[in-house]
């Protein structure tokens, strides 16, 4: 594709580079010569230390340098264009008049895109005649290194485009977030709103020093502290940042003073050397003994999160958009959507209200949906109403779908019920099927679901796609230490249903098993693998230790030796190696284990009393709890049971006769 990136500066350049280095060709413009040779260093210096540190093969560094032109005349870099790159400064005019030239010289069905970090796309196309070309593709900076890419389309956006422009985002290495309003800030910018007016606020109203909050904020775990990142970022930015939201969303956002003083009196930042802090050394100094929690990271997030409800009330993008959008823009381990799922709406409500009543402004009042205690549905929305019809196209389910009877697609799973008695659910997260709370809960559902009916006796449980489980989501925002230890109870719980519910339950191990996935597939009563499944409990490795049962099932399977070496030293084993040990019970090739584990299924539900298998294995996991007489009473009843059956008939009859019985759970 050839590319061309209007701007060289503090973007453009990286825009330009992560462009080349994924093989396309790429013409960057700049009115200003000297502009051009800047950029033209800090590319090379970057090809070479990418060539340093292995992350582009020997000799590629050579021809990502060669795919980039550098260049003056607009019409001249933008005339064979399949996409152009804006990235020229943040003034309207200049932008409008640039893509007014664009819609003249370009190919018809050239992609106009801007890197606005804040105008509305509409305003920018104003002068162009073919709108739907024209959308935001919005990097952050260091353009070549940061993962995201924010993918805006206007009402004039056409569906095709945007979606080729999701394309492109995917293809130069980014994870692409749709946002579908042209909304001031689209997503992250839009979050980080609220939070810049108020910590500008904490220092206008004398409520803590930079120095106080910034340390505790590192404290918590954030790169940098909010006042050092301002710093960095450029007052002057901040500063203009804070007037367009004044104009857009509040006028309020006109409130802060502290950051505006500054600026007038020519302290940007790092840039200027002065700022909130002293930067003539290079560095902030930023002492951790002056860490306050007269502000808390609490506060922080419940204005995130109000501004993350409002974007949804807005449908300028969906919750996971959200979430992975400030997670990558802001690196971030977890986003407002996952701390919002951990907090109650009376909660945040009464935080919000503090907080607006506290710093005397509307903008952190709770959003509508949170006053009218609607939080959590609002942060589960899967599509809005208007967009219901384009669902996301869906994970593959294994490559298998004929003999499915229904199917139940839950956030994370899908329950697939099949002929001859057998059921599937499958792990369908996006990230290596990690299970976090909304697949546990998922899973307890499909449990429940699946509890009582009678047309299920065996069933499968595996990942959608290649792999089994990678494990618990670490990510996942967990408050504080009791809500670790109900979480942990959470999982307990819920894996050792898989225990209890009276059906045979089989793990079909496949890609990676690891952690939290090892643990359930130790909670089901049998365990089917392809010989290089990658099986460990990397737990101890993380500081962590195996605690959705693993610690305990393991032992018990396996004994304490085996158990010991495995879970203190993270080992992985593969299939053949967990068969050895007693783990696995079959080995099924690669490309044929979906199918050969539905034989098995089926095998089993036509071919053994479904009471019968209930009632033994009950005695199975009972029995390694127990005294060895208690356990001897339980069979005998069992066996009392199972005696009055007609199953036990069936079997018997089925046995003298040689055909296949046909038993009916009864
Ligand atoms: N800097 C960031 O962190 C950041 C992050 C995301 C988005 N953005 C957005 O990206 C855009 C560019 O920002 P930047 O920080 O790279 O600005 P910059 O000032 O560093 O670079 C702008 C470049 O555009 C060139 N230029 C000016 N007029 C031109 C014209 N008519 N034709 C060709 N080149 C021209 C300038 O010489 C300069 O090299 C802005 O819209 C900004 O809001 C910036």
């Not at 009115?31 to 051009?36: G, W």
């Not at 990271?297 to 993008?317: P, R, T």
């Not at 010989?531 to 959705?548: K, N, S």
Request: aromatic share 6%; glycine share 8%.
């Amino acid at each position: 594709m050839k590319v061309a990136v209007i701007g060289s500066g503090e973007m453009g350049r990286g825009i330009a580079l992560v462009f080349a280095q994924y093989g396309n060709e790429v013409n960057l413009d700049d009115s200003f010569p000297e502009a051009l040779e800047k950029a033209k260093k800090y590319i090379n210096d970057n090809i070479a230390k990418m060539a340093e540190k292995g992350i582009i093969k020997p000799g590629e560094d050579e021809q990502i340098r060669k795919r980039i032109n550098y260049m003056s005349v607009l019409e001249e870099a933008v005339k064979d264009a399949d996409l152009v790159v804006e990235a020229v400064p943040e003034i309207v005019d200049l932008k409008q008049n640039i893509f007014a030239t664009l819609d003249k010289v370009c190919k018809m069905d050239a992609i106009l895109a801007t890197n606005t970090s804040n105008i509305k796309i509409s305003e920018i196309a104003k002068n162009v005649v073919h709108k739907e070309r024209v959308l935001g593709l919005h990097f952050f900076n260091p353009a070549n290194r940061m993962k995201l890419v924010e993918v805006i389309r206007s009402e004039e956006t056409g569906d095709e485009y945007f979606e080729k422009a999701v394309k492109i985002g995917e293809s130069i290495g980014k994870t692409a977030v749709r946002v579908l309003k042209d909304s001031p800030g689209f997503i992250v910018n839009r979050i980080n709103a609220p939070d810049m007016l108020f910590f500008c606020l904490v220092i206008d109203k004398n409520i803590e020093r930079p120095e106080e909050l910034d340390a505790y904020a590192k404290g918590q775990g954030l790169p940098m502290g909010p006042y050092e990142l301002m710093d960095f970022v450029g007052l002057d930015t901040v500063a203009h940042s804070l007037d367009y939201y004044a104009q857009t969303l509040s006028e309020e956002y006109k409130k802060c003073n502290s950051i505006r003083e500054l600026v007038k009196n020519g302290k940007l930042g790092k840039k200027t050397g002065k700022g909130f802090y002293d930067w003539s050394t290079g560095k902030a100094a930023i002492p951790k003994a002056e860490a306050s929690e007269k502000v808390t990271m609490m506060d922080i997030f419940a204005i995130e999160i109000n501004e993350a409800v409002k974007l949804l009330e807005e449908q300028v993008a969906l919750p996971d958009e959200i979430e992975t959008a400030v997670k990558l823009g802001l690196n971030r381990p977890f986003g407002p959507i996952s701390v919002a799922k951990s907090l109650t709406n009376a909660e945040l409500k009464k935080m919000l209200e503090n907080l607006s009543k506290t710093f005397g402004v509307s903008v952190f009042e709770p959003a509508k949906s949170i006053k009218e205690g609607k939080l959590k549905e609002i942060i589960s929305i899967k599509a809005f109403p208007a967009a219901a019809g384009s669902k996301k196209e869906e994970k593959a389910s294994g490559g298998i779908a004929p003999n499915v009877q229904g199917e139940r697609k839950y956030s994370n799973i899908i329950l697939e019920k099949r002929d001859n008695y057998v059921a599937r659910i499958l792990l369908n997260h996006p990230k290596h099927n990690l299970i976090n709370s909304d697949l546990l809960n998922d899973l307890e559902n499909a449990i429940k679901e699946i509890w009582d009916d009678k047309e299920i006796r065996v069933v499968v449980i595996t990942g959608a796609g290649e792999e089994f489980s990678a494990g618990a989501e670490l990510s996942q925002f967990i408050p504080g230490l009791f809500d670790f230890v109900e979480y942990t109870r959470k999982g307990e719980r819920i894996f050792k249903l898989l225990q209890e519910i009276p059906k045979i339950v089989i793990a079909e191990m496949k890609g990676y098993v690891l952690g939290g996935g090892f643990e359930l597939s130790l909670s089901c009563d049998i365990r089917v693998a392809t010989p290089d499944v990658q099986i460990a409990f990397p737990e101890v490795t993380l500081g962590l230790i195996p605690a959705w049962s693993g610690s305990q099932r393991l032992a018990k399977l396996i004994g304490m030796s085996r158990a010991s070496y495995l879970i203190l030293t993270g080992k992985r084993i593969t299939g053949e190696e967990a068969k050895n040990l007693g783990i696995v019970s079959e080995i099924y090739q690669k490309g044929t284990i979906d199918n050969d584990t539905l034989k098995l299924a089926e095998s089993l539900a036509t071919g053994v009393s479904p009471i019968a298998a209930a009632l033994a294995k009950r005695l199975i996991n009972r029995g390694s709890d127990i005294s060895y007489d208690s356990g001897l009473e339980m069979e005998s009843m069992a066996a009392g049971i199972v005696y009055g059956t007609e199953d036990l008939k069936e079997g018997i009859s089925a046995m003298l006769q040689k055909k296949k019985p046909n038993f009916q759970g009864k």
